[in-house]
Structures are given as C-alpha cells and as structure tokens.
C-alpha cells in the first residue's frame, strides 16, 4: 500500500494498539504509535500539536469484526470532543471517515477513543488519519522553489543551469 496525497502538504499519521480495548467502556489512546505501541487506558492519553494542522479521512482496521448487532465507535478527539469518527459494526472489519476534518490550533489536545455497543468481540486496533499543514503565505509547497519558474533562482543560481538536485533531473 502507499499512500499518495490529495493535495501538496498532507502525510499520514499512523497509530494501533498493543492491546484490544475494553469491550464495556470507553476506552483512550494516543492518535500516533511512537517507537512502541501503547495499551488503551481509562484516562485520556492526549498530545499537543505544535503547529495548526488539519486532520483528516480517518482509515480504520480491526483484527476482529465486532460482531453480528455489535459496533466499535473508533474517533479522534481535539480538547475532549470527538470530532471524527467511524463506527464499525457486524462482520465488517474495515470503516472510514472521508467527509470530516478538524483543524488543530493553539495546542490543541488530541487523542483517539474506542467505544463498543453490545459487547463487541475483542479487537486490535488500527488506524490512520491524514494531517494537512497549510503552506505558509508565499511558500510554493514545491523543495526550494524547483517548481516555480517565476522565481528564476535558487541561492542566487538560476533553474536554467540546474542539472539535476539530488541526482534527478
């Protein structure tokens, strides 16, 4: 699989779990998977973005469908508020959210929930979401400018005399 931005910016953050979580509450989780997988927890296991950023079309898999008339609710929540969500439900292992995005500002605090209807089965959990940071104003979202004729220079050399950056021409 290889995942190909809509638009110039986007890149996909990825997370799971090292555990399946409660099949009886709500349960927390970081949105990422650092260097290790995390376990589900009651409390809320947030992080702070650092810059605004949108977030976006939330993929969701289970190693496990939840089971005939049971649902998972899988979401990402900014500052306590789900604010995208899939639910998945009966034998299907597989959900996504493409029509809800979020922008993150001022720190925002975001993590991911698990929330089970009618005792679904035991899962493991994983997900991914696309973050979009937003160019800033007169930034081309193109490496130093290559793309942008306009410009003519790149440290005050000309494109036109440019063979190749690192090695592609």
Do not use: C
């Amino acid at each position: 699989m290889t995942f190909v931005a809509d638009t110039d910016g986007e890149s996909i953050i990825l997370g799971q779990s090292s555990d399946a979580p409660s099949t009886a509450a709500s349960e927390y989780n970081h949105l990422t998977s650092t260097a290790y997988t995390r376990a589900w927890s009651a409390e809320a296991s947030t992080y702070q973005g650092g810059q605004p950023t949108t977030l976006e079309k939330l993929y969701v898999k289970l190693s496990v469908a939840p089971g005939v008339g049971k649902s998972d609710l899988i979401g990402v929540r900014v500052t306590g508020s789900t604010v995208i969500a899939v639910t998945i439900a009966g034998t299907d292992t597989t959900g996504n959210n493409v029509a809800d995005s979020q922008l993150l500002v001022n720190y925002d605090e975001v993590d991911t929930i698990f929330t089970p209807t009618d005792t679904p089965a035991a899962t493991i959990v994983y997900w991914g979401v696309v973050g979009y940071i937003a160019a800033a104003a007169g930034w081309s979202h193109k490496f130093l400018g290559v793309a942008n004729a306009a410009i003519g220079k790149i440290n005050d050399v000309a494109i036109a005399s440019i063979g190749k950056v690192k090695g592609v021409a």
